[in-house]
Every structure is written in structure tokens, then in C-alpha cells.
């Protein structure tokens, strides 16, 4: 699934099961002190798909830890991002000069809880997601929405180095429609999306300060999955 949605320049590793009897670093070990069995599960599998990502990259394997917001610590000239849900675990790497910064994030297609759409949502967002929900009931798109605005997030940190709130965003979605047999199953739909920044965002390499992140996304096998990724000398795509 993943792999239908990063640009071509990256790798992406996913996986629907855990890797029980995988072995972490002992300095990753440590991150996980206290860690519960279902945290330890996620993080281990994580580690694994962006571990096999940075192999495909000709990447040695190391460590990989994390910083102060829980966000991965790449090796140097490397990018990328990890995402785990209830039965996928997935990482998708790039070399930093092919991509400045790149943000994936996989939800249940299942609707948010009660209260949620309100809290990460837009009222343009809301309205779009009452029209297209009566077209097309069988995704979730608010839950759409709140995995492509983590996906955003994902993408933001590594080049601002601070918050960026779910209201600081403004999410327009363009529905491709019922996709063809593939990856995302029978059923399956796929699309793209547009995050415009609401706030001032942090100037790129080339000079340039970013303003807009592109996207896409794919549901499928009961789950959604999204994507994006700044490119040198550009906006996101």
C-alpha cells in the first residue's frame, strides 16, 4: 500500500504482522525501559521496515534512536518516516538529496471517536467531509483527514523543530475514486491531497520557505494510508 503513495525516489517497507523475535540495538533497547508489550511490539517492527529501508539504501545498519518529540534520528543524509496502527507497521526512506523531508501515516478506516473531528478539523474541512461522506460511506474520511494532517506533521518537524497544530493546516482532498484491483484490495480508493500551511513554515534548503505540502493517500484492507514529501526546489508532493 505504501509504496503506491511515496515518489519513486523512496523506499518504503510495510508489514501486517509483528516481528516478535527481532533484535534491537542495546541503545535501542533502552528507549524501551518501560515501555508496555504493545508499544514494545511497535516500535520493534518500526524499527525493522526502516532498518530493511535503509539496507535498499546501501544504509549499514545502526541504531536508530529517537529525539526529544519521539521523532526518528536518520543517519546522516538520510530521510524518512515510521507509522504504526492496529496490524501495520511501515517506514519509507530517501536520500536527503532526492527528497528534504518526507511524512507517512496509516490509520484504521474506522471513524474517529466522538469529539475528535471537531478538535483536528477546519470548518471548510468539516463541510467537504459531510458532502463527500453521503457519496462515499465506505471510507472514514474524517479519519482520513487526521491521517493525512499526521502525516503533515511528520514532514513539518525535521525542517521547523516545533509544533504544528491540526488547525495550522488547511486540508483539500481530490477523491481519485475506486481504484483498480491491487495493493489496497478490492474496494479499495485512492487520491490525492493539498495541506496549505496557516502559519509561517520554515525556509527550505534552496532559500525558499514552504507554504504548501502535496500528498496522496490510499484506503484499502481496512486500513488508510497517506504520504508526502518535500522535494528539493519545490513545494511538497
Excluded at 484504521?108 to 462515499?136: K, M
Aim: negative net charge.
Amino acid at each position: 500500500m505504501l509504496g503506491g503513495v511515496v515518489p519513486d525516489v523512496a523506499v518504503a517497507v510495510e508489514t501486517f504482522t509483528d516481528e516478535i523475535d527481532a533484535e534491537l540495538f542495546p541503545a535501542e533497547e533502552a528507549l524501551l525501559a518501560r515501555a508496555v508489550e504493545k508499544r514494545r511490539r511497535e516500535f520493534t517492527t518500526g524499527r525493522i521496515c526502516a532498518r530493511r529501508a535503509l539496507a535498499r539504501l546501501g544504509v549499514e545498519p545502526a541504531p536508530l534512536l529517537s529525539g526529544p518529540k519521539r521523532e526518528p534520528l536518520w543517519p546522516a543524509g538520510v530521510v524518512g518516516s515510521i507509522t504504526h496502527c492496529d496490524g501495520y507497521r511501515a517506514a519509507a526512506v530517501a536520500w536527503s538529496r532526492h527528497l528534504v523531508s518526507v511524512g507517512i501515516d496509516a490509520e484504521p478506516n474506522g471513524p474517529t471517536p466522538q469529539g475528535v473531528l471537531e478538535r483536528i478539523s477546519l470548518p471548510s474541512e468539516r463541510e467537504w467531509i459531510r458532502a463527500v461522506s453521503s457519496r462515499a460511506p465506505e471510507v472514514s474520511w474524517d479519519r482520513l483527514l487526521f491521517c493525512a494532517k499526521e502525516s503533515v506533521y511528520k514532514a513539518w518537524f525535521p525542517l521547523a523543530q516545533e509544533w504544528l497544530g491540526f488547525e495550522d493546516a488547511e486540508i483539500t482532498f481530490t477523491d481519485g475514486g475506486p481504484g483498480r484491483q491491487g495493493a489496497e484490495g478490492a474496494g479499495g480508493r485512492s487520491g490525492t491531497f493539498v495541506a496549505r500551511l496557516l502559519v509561517t513554515g520554515p525556509v527550505l534548503p534552496d532559500g525558499q520557505r514552504l507554504t504548501t505540502l502535496r500528498g496522496r493517500f490510499v484506503v484499502g484492507q481496512g486500513l488508510i494510508v497517506t504520504a508526502l514529501a518535500v522535494e528539493p526546489g519545490g513545494d511538497a508532493s
